[in-house]
Every structure is written in C-alpha cells, then in structure tokens.
C-alpha cells in the first residue's frame, strides 16, 4: 500500500480556472509535508513545508493545506506558466541524522491558454 | 551559487558497463540522496548519506553503490549496467530542517 497517494494523476485546466490537487498520506508520525513543482526534464523544485495539522502557506497563485491525513495545494487563476508535476513528499520521525522523503507519484497540470 | 550539480546530463551505455555518476552540492549541507524517477512509479531513494563518513541504503539499492567523497561530494556506481537501470537519476541535499535540493538530473539509458 502507497504511504503517499496524489490525485488526480492529470489535470486540465483552462486559464483562469480555479482547482485542488490532493494528497493523502498514511504515515503514522508526520514530520512534514512537502511540496515540488518539477518542470519537463528538470529536478523537482521545492514550493512549500507544512508540519501540522491546518497549516496553511501561501505562493503568488498557489496554497497548500494540511489535515490529519491529507493536504491540498489550491491553484487560484492559473496561467499557463503553472503548467507542470506537482510533486507531494512526506517525512516521517525516524534516527537523528535521517531526513528521507516519501514521494507520491505526483499529479500532471496543463493550463490550456 | 550553483546549488546542486550533477555530470553527466545524459549517458548511453551498454549491459555490463560501468560507470559514475557524480553530485556536488555548495550549500554546506550535511546530508546527501540519490533517487531514480521512472514513469509511474515516482521518486525512489536509492542511497543516502546522513553525513560526511556515513551512507545508508534505501528503498531501491540492489546493482548500486555510492560514495560520499566528501562534505560536498556523494557519487553513485553502476558496476555492472542493466536495462532496469535505465532512469533519470537525481541527487539532492539536505540541512536538519528536512526540506530537500534537488540536481537538475542524469538521463541515463542502458541498451
């Protein structure tokens, strides 16, 4: 069974329509949550860290939030331009000195002009 | 500032080859990963090295082995190259707060 499940695994949006990406996760000790944009061909890119339950942070167009068991990025009039993966992690609380992430498989966005 | 770099950007090789993959990262960071990503299954972590003189396998270590040169340096081998392997490779650091930096990747295909 995934640790970290994204849904959708694609999404289609037009310009200026507003959406939710989520991301449910199973661990039992959350130490973090975790949010990537990654670009075709490129590394994922690191948006935002949520570490308790209602959480929220903010990014221009982006918002990511934080339950008990899942967490949203809401995407508010997007463009073009936010056309990419978005990638969710988790860190559960594990040995001093060990900070592994547990990826989800991640949710495709286009953003049709 | 170059952050995390990773050489080569691609690499074709053949079954039974070697070679290895090199990361550097100048953000003074302790701790040091490498990932594979396939199509549908995600980021893997494959090794890390919690900090300079220590490395631990992770979920997908079986036909690699890494080195951590030093603070800046951690390398990863294929000794023996398999079409398995062919992936997109991406190293990636860490200070203690956990949020990870990512290479821009190696796109390796094993024929």
């Known amino acids: 069974e995934d640790q970290v499940t994204q849904s959708p695994e694609a999404l289609r949006l037009q310009e200026g329509e507003s959406s939710s990406l989520n991301c449910s996760y199973t661990v039992s000790g959350l130490r973090g949550l975790f949010w990537y944009r990654q670009d075709p061909g490129k590394g994922p890119e690191f948006l935002f860290t949520?570490?308790?339950a209602g959480e929220e942070k903010e990014k221009e167009r982006l918002k990511a939030t934080l339950t008990k068991k899942e967490s949203f990025l809401h995407i508010t009039a997007p463009k073009p331009e936010d056309s990419a993966t978005y990638l969710c992690?988790?860190?559960?609380?594990?040995?001093?000195?060990?900070?592994?992430?547990?990826f989800g498989k991640g949710t495709k966005l286009s953003v049709i002009p | 500032n170059a952050g995390v770099t990773q050489t080569p950007k691609f690499q074709v090789l053949k079954t039974g080859q070697s070679m290895t993959l090199q990361c550097a990262q100048d953000?003074?960071?302790?701790?040091m990963y490498w990932y594979r990503q396939d199509p549908g299954m995600g980021l893997r972590l494959i090794y890390y090295s919690a900090s300079e003189g220590t490395t631990d396998k992770g979920e997908v270590p079986n036909g690699y082995n890494v080195s951590r040169l030093n603070k800046r340096e951690f390398s990863l081998r294929l000794e023996s190259a398999a079409p398995s392997q062919t992936s997109v490779y991406f190293c990636?650091?860490?200070?203690?707060?956990?949020?990870?930096?990512f290479g821009p990747g190696t796109r390796l295909t094993v024929l």
């Open positions: 953000m003074n960071h302790n701790s």
């Open positions: 990636a650091t860490t200070e203690r707060e956990g949020t990870q930096y």
């Open positions: 992690a988790v860190q559960e609380w594990s040995g001093a000195g060990s900070y592994q992430l547990t």
């Open positions: 949520l570490y308790s």
